[in-house]
């Protein structure tokens, strides 16, 4: 009974819920990357010390020379998603 219920959760169709489960996605996506860039063990776990840092980069992101900072990440990104591609094959 418990597995039938499970499996009518993970095909239910309906907007709200379809919405709900990429939103969550999503967001454990971005867990992801604060994961794989080393900042939870760089801060230690601390969530505050996460929290600032990322208030942080979004200051920097909205700053007079946004544009300059956000192609930087976006180069700095793709070299790394690159060479963890390379790794892999």
């Known amino acids: 009974m418990l597995r039938a ?3 009518e959760r993970r095909t239910d ?3 709200w819920v379809v919405q709900r489960r990429t939103r969550t996605r999503h967001l454990i996506e971005l867990g ?3 994961q794989k860039a080393g900042l939870v063990e760089l801060t ?3 969530r505050a010390t996460l929290y600032g840092a990322l208030l942080d980069i979004a200051g920097r992101a909205r ?3 946004a544009g300059d900072t956000l192609a930087l990440w ?3 990104g ?3 998603f690159d060479a963890e591609a390379e790794k892999v094959e």
Request: no cysteine; net charge neutral.
């Open 5 to 7: 219920e499970a499996a």
């Open 13 to 15: 169709s309906r907007v």
């Open 32 to 34: 992801g990357l604060v």
């Open 44 to 46: 230690d776990d601390d």
């Open 63 to 65: 700053g007079d020379d």
């Open 74 to 76: 976006k180069r700095r």
């Open 78 to 80: 793709r070299r790394a």
